[in-house]
């Protein structure tokens, strides 16, 4: 199969979609909300016009169930939302994580908690990283930081949930969704066929049955279930990802994922030109978290400032990372502010001079 690939200017939400269709997306529900609607918007043309099934449901919590349903039977689907839309998700996502089924969900960020508004935010750290729903379960979670990033990301996602059996959210946020940028994007990609999967439920004939089931209530098998889970979320931990960006001779590190670190990475370059040693590490991977380059970045001295557009949640995973040699302050760029690099020239600046 060729591997060409075209030069395309898309808002972030459509690279989503694009990377949605390079990865094999089959069947798409979801319910419209802002900021990320141009997601179904676009799906609900190409995906048609490639023979694929799209569906508006009646509400999130029913695109969500229908989500369990297609990709129960080995279908590659998804689905999409933006905060508030992802809090009604959760009981199906849990569900979703407990009969290891391998589901791809973004979320576009916007302001919160309730209704907030429709400006970026990063408040969905926590409901994310954790499992937002009930139980103990984990979802990887993948923070793209460009519109290139959200196309191959959501690639990627497809390829880790089949890979874990596992639900992956791609955390985004309304910056990243409404900007505009080029990317490259596969003419052609060769894509894992999903047919005959030893767990899909596709019909029995001529076989066993199979049971995809999260409810254990015989004596040991929930604990024997969530002893498996847990192992499988410890054996993601390869899959760590970051970015790391003149941290080598820095002093201070900047810490900040996302659209966040994109507009961190800018204040790094402002701060570097005056000649001050700051650095910046954003994590590309929210979980697993890649705590162990950052325990190696403490252990070498460092000091850490966290910036986040929110109130302070991956600060939580930073402390956690860094706890034996450092510490780290935050940052908070509250919802309903939109930040320039400027704005982040003074708070650095005050951290790395006491």
């Not at 994007?185 to 894992?192: G, L, T, V, Y």
């Not at 889970?229 to 931990?237: G, H, I, P, T």
């Not at 403490?298 to 850490?304: D, H, I, Q, T, V």
Request: with cysteine; proline share 5%.
């Amino acid at each position: 199969m060729k591997t060409e690939k075209a030069s395309l200017l898309v808002k972030g939400n459509e690279a989503i979609a694009l990377g949605a269709m390079a990865a094999g997306c089959e069947c798409y529900f979801a319910y419209p909300i802002t900021p990320q609607s141009e997601i179904p918007e676009m799906l609900s043309r190409i995906l048609v016009e490639a023979g694929g099934e799209f569906v508006q449901a009646e509400s999130e919590i029913a695109a969500a169930n229908m989500l369990l349903g297609a990709t129960a039977c080995g279908k590659r689907a998804m689905t999409s939302s933006s905060s508030p839309g992802i809090s009604l998700k959760q009981e199906a996502i849990s569900y979703m994580a407990g009969s290891q089924l391998p589901a791809v969900i973004v979320n576009v960020c916007r302001g919160g908690p309730g209704l907030g508004s429709i400006d970026p935010s990063q408040g969905d750290y926590y409901q994310s990283t954790r499992g937002g729903g009930h139980g103990d379960y984990r979802t990887l979670t993948l923070a793209p930081a460009s519109c290139q990033e959200a196309y191959d990301q959501t690639i990627q996602a497809f390829d880790l949930a089949f890979r874990y059996r596992n639900p992956v959210v791609v955390l985004g946020d309304a910056i990243l969704g409404q900007m505009k940028e080029p990317i490259q994007a596969w003419k052609e990609r060769a894509i894992q066929d999903s047919r005959g999967l030893s767990w899909s439920l596709s019909g029995a004939r001529g076989r066993k049955p199979r049971l995809l089931k999260s409810l254990y209530l015989s004596d040991g098998a929930l604990a024997g279930h969530n002893r498996l889970l847990q192992e499988k979320y410890q054996a993601m931990r390869v899959e760590c990802d970051w970015e790391a960006y003149k941290t080598d001779d820095a002093e201070l590190i900047i810490v900040a994922f996302g659209s966040m670190g994109r507009i961190s990475k800018s204040a790094v370059r402002q701060l570097r030109e005056r000649g001050l040693p700051v650095g910046l590490f954003r994590p590309i991977t929210l979980f697993p978290f890649p705590d162990e380059p950052l325990a190696k970045l403490a252990e070498e001295g460092k000091r850490f400032l966290t910036i986040e557009n929110n109130a302070g949640q991956m600060v939580d995973d930073v402390r956690l990372a860094v706890r034996r040699q450092s510490d780290s302050e935050l940052y908070s760029v509250l919802p309903g502010i939109l930040a320039n690099p400027t704005d982040l020239l003074e708070p650095i600046q005050r951290v790395l001079h006491t």
